[in-house]
Nanobody, 123 residues
Framework: QVQLVESGGGLVQAGGSLRLSCAASGRTFSTDGMGWFRQVPGKEREFVAAISPSGGSTFYDDSVKGRFTISRDNAKNTVYLQMNSLKVEDTAVYYC????????????????WGQGTQVTVSS
């Protein structure tokens, strides 16, 4: 049974930074691609970023490109999302997910999910 636990969310002013972490347990983490998604109440969950198993390839939604950086430490079974220059519209619950079977950007392709962490950006 795979478990993902996100941390690092919180309240920050616009222009500030946060780093989210997602710790994995229960399977060989280093063989899985990992992704970050976010969701605002009443809206569909949307893709933020993804990273290949080795970390050699990364993918970003255009809305966060240049501001967010996804990375991973396979020795620590952890994936990170560094978020800089945060905007009010980045406010959402952020989820990490693992082992996509197909598209990096499709949430339905991911096999396991964390519980989410709230990020709130104030103006």
């Amino acid at each position: 049974q795979v478990q993902l636990v996100e941390s690092g969310g919180g309240l920050v002013q616009a222009g500030g930074s946060l780093r989210l972490s997602c710790a994995a347990s229960g399977r060989t983490f280093s063989t899985d691609g990992m992704g970050w998604f976010r969701q605002v109440p009443g809206k569909e969950r949307e893709f933020v970023a993804a990273i290949s198993p080795s970390g050699g390839s990364t993918f970003y939604d255009d809305s966060v490109k240049g501001r967010f950086t996804i990375s991973r430490d396979n020795a620590k079974n952890t994936v990170y999302l560094q978020m800089n220059s945060l905007k009010v519209e980045d406010t959402a619950v952020y989820y990490c997910a693992g082992d996509p079977d197909g598209s990096w950007r499709a949430d339905y392709d991911y096999k396991y999910w964390g519980q989410g962490t709230q990020v709130t950006v104030s103006s």
